[in-house]
T-cell receptor
Framework: DSGVTQTPKHLITATGQRVTLRCSPR?????VYWYQQSLDQGLQFLIQ???????AKGNILERFSAQQFPDLHSELNLSSLELGDSALYFC???????????FGDGTRLSIL | DQQVKQNSPSLSVQEGRISILNCDYT??????FLWYKKYPAEGPTFLIS?????DKNEDGRFTVFLNKSAKHLSLHIVPSQPGDSAVYFC?????????FGKGTHLIIQP
């Protein structure tokens, strides 16, 4: 058990819809990261938050956004969903710079 | 352009022998490297890491070697056990998120 909790485990929705994925980091970790894993692209970094503030951006689409709340949990919002957004979305947390990131078990998003 | 490459999609090793997984990178700004193990339907599990100021780090059966001049790192598992069968990902960090390789599926044969 990594200590990182992601909900829901599975999400099935339709094109054009909006969903919210939730992540609770390990106790004491201030950094939260979001990743997308698709069959053809592998694990891709989306965005990082540190203590409530956006810290780094990767290959995140404009239709996607995230935030980190005062209690340090984070949400990833995906809107105007397309078939190609079907993937596993992972959240990770770490204690700080150049510290290991610990991953949750992911949310599997299926777009019908 | 892949900045982190794992050129062996799969590797089969006999139980008790050494498993060596390899990883190459192209970005000389990477300063922290990690290995993760992943089972189906689970998130990646952190195994071991190494800073760019070191060339070796050990943790039990796992040792990571870093050759900065060759931009190459490797993970050694000794001795290999059946529970080590999984997909192994190499990852590198510059600023922010990790850049992952595509993974190597390690199969430990009895």
């Amino acid at each position: 058990d990594s200590g990182v909790t992601q909900t829901p485990k599975h999400l099935i929705t339709a094109t054009g819809q909006r969903v919210t994925l939730r992540c609770s980091p390990r106790s004491g970790d201030l950094s939260v990261y979001w990743y997308q894993q698709s069959l053809d692209q592998g694990l891709q970094f989306l965005i990082q938050y540190y203590n409530g503030e956006e810290r780094a951006k990767g290959n995140i689409l404009e239709r996607f956004s995230a935030q980190q709340f005062p209690d340090l949990h984070s949400e990833l919002n995906l809107s105007s969903l397309e078939l190609g957004d079907s993937a596993l979305y992972f959240c990770a947390s770490s204690a700080g710079f150049n510290q290991p990131q610990h991953f949750g078990d992911g949310t599997r998003l299926s777009i019908l | 352009d892949q900045q982190v490459k794992q050129n062996s999609p799969s590797l089969s090793v006999q139980e008790g022998r050494i498993s060596i997984l390899n990883c190459d990178y192209t970005n000389s700004m990477f300063d922290y490297f990690l290995w993760y193990k992943k089972y189906p339907a689970e998130g990646p599990t952190f195994l071991i890491s190494i800073s760019s100021i070191k060339d070796k780090n050990e943790d039990g059966r796992f040792t990571v070697f870093l050759n900065k001049s060759a931009k190459h790192l490797s993970l050694h598992i000794v001795p290999s056990q059946p529970g080590d069968s999984a997909v192994y990902f190499c990852a590198a960090s510059e600023v922010g998120g990790l850049t992952f390789g595509k993974g190597t599926h390690l199969i430990i044969q009895p």
